[in-house]
DNA sequence: ATAATTGTATATATCGTATATACACAATAT
DNA sequence: ATATTGTGTATATACGATATATACAATTAT
């Protein structure tokens, strides 16, 4: 399991977690039927509950990244490689609606967007 | 006062109001030396507490775009239009930075993201 | 002076995040 | 078969951020 939390982020640590592994299965880093390490494995690695592990796989679940099965484990989901990319865009889109109200309040064209947005992409 | 919240946004409302506020600001909207309404009027019109109100103003305080006078009022701050366009720069190259990272872990390239933007920004 | 208007401070309620501990289900060893 | 171990689940608690109401202090207008 390769995640880096911190606690110094303002985004909670089962968000982190979450965009984490999603990413990694929708970039194909975890192949499908994989199972993501048991929750008190990852707690104590991550040195975080279980309920906050729980709460990240459960949102894993809710998206249809991986199967839950009770007394089993966690298995990621399978994905034809085309999915995964449509599903990729998708997610990563919703949010960018999100970030792009944000610039666009502050009057900035396009133009200015992409511009900041090199910038930002080298830091 | 043009300014919109939001209950159904993920976003405080202290936040909604203080990003509505200094883009105006930022954007020339609001003239230096304009008085903000008095937080009980803002209060009442958006149907929010005045401490929440307050907490944008302050906020506001913090970043230098509004002067608080106890007593009199909240009043714009003063800025040349250069200084205006470069604050606002850093107030976006901020949050961006720390979007990009979300979208980075992607695995998406920089043209990739461009061309999602453009998407997004038509939304 | 005093009333009205402005921002400020204190105490309280609610919700989201994170935690520890006890519970239930499934696989495995005996 | 059944006891043990390993898995996810549910309940109760703590803490911090957000939002509120109400009382306080400073300024201005009358």
New binding site residues.
Partial sequence: MNIAISNASE??????LFEQISAQILKGELEGGY?????????KEL?????????A??EL?RCGLIN???????FVAEFLSEEMGRIREEMVLKQMVNDVSYYKSFGLTIEEVIELLKKAYTV
Avoid at 35 to 43: G, K, M, N
């Fill in positions: 985004k909670p640590i089962y968000q982190q199972s993501l390490p048991p929750i008190r494995q990852a707690a040195r975080v509950s279980i309920i906050t592990v729980k709460k796989w459960e679940e839950t099965i009770t007394g089993k484990g966690c």
